[in-house]
């Protein structure tokens, strides 16, 4: 069978690749890890990534990835209530 695409050799990895870049000092940081940073749920990513990086397989790591969404949510969650605080607060002052 004819096929245009070279076969991947084996020394490709395989699925995911979970390592940490170390950031070079004149590299920007990523939006994402700064949003990570900002919500306060640094230590749970942390905890995702480690897990990921010791077990290759997602599925071991549900109870991380768990309190990762709840940190997230929270934050999300005050989030809001700061805007519409703010929101009514600036209605209030016209």
């Known amino acids: 069978i004819f096929c245009r695409f070279p076969r991947m050799s084996s020394s490709v990895p395989q699925g995911h690749t979970w390592v940490r870049q170390v950031k070079k000092e004149d ?11 900002r919500s306060g749920c640094a230590a749970s990513h942390l905890a995702v990534q480690e897990c990921m990086a010791q077990h290759q397989d997602w599925r071991q790591c549900q109870s991380q990835v768990q309190a990762f969404r709840d940190c997230m949510n929270e934050q999300q969650a005050r989030r809001r209530e700061e805007l519409q605080r703010r929101k009514e607060q600036a209605s209030a002052r016209r």
């Open 27 to 37: 590299e920007e940081e990523d939006p994402l890890d700064q949003l990570i940073s």
